[in-house]
């Protein structure tokens, strides 16, 4: 737990001078207080407003920006450090296609930043108490704070927050199982078995859910961790097919080329170039 401003002064040369992409290990969560902050998400960049919260999962691509006049609340955690209640309530906001930029409704807003704000005081209270209840305290408040950010009407209204809430449990299940398999699954058939549905159902949770296809949603999903895997972690276009089950480089290529409209190199070239 930090602030925005200790953040970037205890890192001044990493890893936004200049800004470079990585993969998060972790969930950060800022709370911006002043200003606004830039930030990007799996390749896009998001404006982060003044009571406005930044979420970046486990496993996103981002790339930090200056933080110019922003200011704000930096909270960085482990998925282990949630109580199994907390994490199954949280699920819908813990995935990975959920928003990454949060708007709480007003009559949440101050009550967030005032949690948030006793959070990091505890979080420097280190030694005033015992190490167990020093580590309950910060648990509770934090687990707190992500609840009621989680249900805050605004919030919850979001269209993909609602989809996600909303979604049918033959699709939830489908979008856990994607999350695991897709680098060696890639066919509705391959899930409806997993799941022990038959396609046409599934095919029908999805539509009903996405409005897209089974076979988009897992093209979709391959296709974010593609670019992940080009644009920030170092990997050339060969190693990237076979880590997604691609049998040959050529169809990684002509499946990346058909949703991008760019070669595997030309894609990393241009995000090597823009460092955006």
């Not at 919030?155 to 060696?184: K, P």
């Not at 890639?186 to 009903?208: I, P």
């Not at 988009?216 to 080009?230: G, K, M, P």
Request: charged share 25%; hydrophobic share 40%; with cysteine.
């Amino acid at each position: 737990m930090s602030t925005v401003e200790d953040f970037f002064a205890e890192h001044d040369d990493w890893p936004w001078n200049p800004p470079r992409p990585g993969r998060a290990t972790f969930h950060y969560l800022i709370l911006v207080t002043e200003g606004e902050l830039l930030h990007d998400v799996d390749h896009v960049t998001r404006t982060v407003a003044c009571d406005q919260w930044l979420w970046v999962r486990p496993g996103h691509a981002q790339c930090w920006h200056p933080p110019g006049a922003a200011r704000g609340l930096f909270i960085l955690f482990e998925p282990e450090v949630l109580t199994s209640d907390a994490a199954r309530l949280l699920a819908p906001l813990t995935a990975h296609e959920a928003p990454a930029v949060l708007s709480p409704h007003p009559d949440d807003a101050a009550w967030l930043r005032q949690t948030a704000l006793q959070l990091l005081d505890e979080h420097r209270a280190l030694g005033r108490r015992r190490l167990d209840v020093h580590h309950a305290l910060r648990r509770g408040l934090l687990e707190s704070l992500l609840l009621r950010l989680a249900n805050s009407p605004d919030v919850t209204s979001d269209g993909a927050l609602a989809s996600g809430t909303g979604r049918s449990d033959t699709y939830a299940r489908f979008v856990d199982a994607l999350e695991l398999h897709f680098r060696e699954l890639h066919r509705a058939a391959d899930y409806a078995g997993l799941l022990g549905c038959s396609v046409r159902t599934l095919s029908r949770a999805a539509r009903n859910t996405t409005g897209k296809g089974v076979r988009e949603v897992i093209d979709e999903r391959r296709l974010l961790e593609a670019r992940r895997l080009l644009r920030g972690g170092g990997w050339d276009a060969r190693a990237v097919a076979i880590h997604l089950g691609f049998t040959d480089p050529a169809n990684f290529g002509r499946f990346f080329r058909g949703h991008t409209g760019l070669t595997p190199a030309a894609f990393t070239a241009r995000e090597t170039r823009t460092g955006m």
